[in-house]
């Protein structure tokens, strides 16, 4: 079992960047693949990013591509989704997860573990 605790969302102008951090407790975080997923107001959760247990394969929705890097330290415990030139459509809920196995889903309801999230608000 893993838990999770998402930090440094935040509010951040159009074109700015924020570096989320999602810390994970439990010996085994090393053997889960994570995933950072979204969820802006009256929308569906939605993926944003996802990385191998060994950090050697990320993957990105399309939106995402070219503006975000998701990366971990499994010394640390810690997945990570730097964001940059953000919009405003990136406000969101912005959440980790977690689920065994080598296979990075995009769907939320492979992913067992959750952290609470934290709030990314976009300016114009």
């Known amino acids: 079992q893993v838990q999770l605790v998402e930090s440094g969302g935040g509010l951040v102008r159009a074109g700015g960047s924020l570096r989320l951090s999602c810390a994970a407790s439990g010996r085994t975080f090393s053997t889960y693949t994570m995933g950072w997923f979204r969820q802006a107001p009256g929308k569906e959760r939605e993926f944003a990013a996802g990385i191998s247990w060994s950090g050697g394969r990320t993957y990105y929705a399309d939106s995402a591509k070219g503006r975000f890097t998701i990366s971990r330290d499994n010394a640390k415990r810690t997945v990570y989704l730097q964001m940059n030139s953000l919009k405003p459509e990136d406000t969101a809920v912005y959440s980790c997860?977690?689920?065994?196995?080598?296979?990075?889903?995009?769907?939320?309801?492979?992913?067992?573990?959750w952290g609470q999230g934290t709030q990314v608000t976009v300016s114009s």
């Open positions: 997860a977690a689920r065994s196995g080598s296979y990075v889903s995009m769907s939320p309801a492979e992913y067992a573990y």
